[in-house]
């Protein structure tokens, strides 16, 4: 069963645009959610976390939302750039259990 | 600080031949694991390695081993190569100090593996 789902494989936005990237999650367990980027023919980057405790956490042009009740969180990207274009993972773990869960993966294609 | 880095880049294999990825980290971090990334699959979880001396199995651990050399170093072999086993390999880091919240793992380039 896949406890971390991003239902959308890609989006495509303008630039300058909002991008939202959602999530969601089973396992009540989770406690730790982050957001990878990933850019062909490299490593994942870290991008932005946050943990239970929180409902949202932002970094420059990036906005986490957690909504635990909904077990669901999304990415906002705001305004959305060209070099924004990448595979966004999203990540969860918490309890006892330090591995992180990724979901698939969406492609964010950021059009000038 | 090079964070984590993988070799090789990129290798080639022919069905039955042995091979090992190499992994290293320089951020002192205690936990270290390995990923396969394929189309349409997310990253997957081979092994992971809580700490030096422990190693445990991950989502998909068939067909591959695993050896915690060193706090720095976390090497993955496969023993038999397969097609199946044709992949992006990630090895990432983590620094887990045994609290409630998970850790932000840090990852490698990445190895290119093809299997004929």
């Known amino acids: 069963d896949q406890q971390v789902k991003q239902n959308s494989p890609s989006l495509s936005v303008q630039e300058g645009r909002i991008s939202i990237l959602n999530c969601d999650y089973t396992?009540?367990?989770?406690?730790?959610f982050l957001w990878y980027k990933k850019y062909p023919a490299e490593g994942p980057t870290f991008l932005i976390s946050i943990s239970s405790i929180k409902d949202k956490n932002e970094d420059g042009r990036f906005t986490v939302f957690l909504n635990k009740s909904a077990k669901h969180l999304s990415l906002h990207i705001v305004p959305s750039q060209p070099g924004d274009s990448a595979v966004y993972f999203c990540?969860?773990?918490?309890?006892?259990?330090?591995?992180?869960?990724f979901g698939k993966g969406t492609l964010l294609t950021v059009n000038p | 600080n090079a964070g984590v880095t993988q070799t090789p880049k990129f290798q080639v294999l022919k069905t039955g031949q042995s091979m090992t990825l190499q992994c290293a980290q320089d951020?002192?971090?205690?936990?270290m694991y390995w990923y396969r990334q394929d189309p349409g699959m997310g990253l997957r979880l081979i092994y992971y390695s809580a700490s030096e001396g422990t190693t445990d199995k991950g989502e998909v651990p068939n067909g591959y081993n695993v050896s915690r050399l060193n706090k720095r170093e976390f090497s993955l072999r496969l023993e038999s190569a397969a097609p199946s086993q044709t992949s992006v390999y990630f090895c990432?880091?983590?620094?887990?100090?045994?609290?409630?919240?998970?850790?932000?793992?840090?990852f490698g380039p990445g190895t290119r593996l093809l299997v004929l």
């Open positions: 396992n009540s367990m989770f406690d730790y």
């Open positions: 990540a969860a773990g918490g309890g006892s259990n330090y591995k992180l869960t």
């Open positions: 990432a880091s983590s620094h887990w100090t045994g609290g409630n919240f998970g850790e932000t793992q840090y």
């Open positions: 951020m002192n971090h205690n936990s």
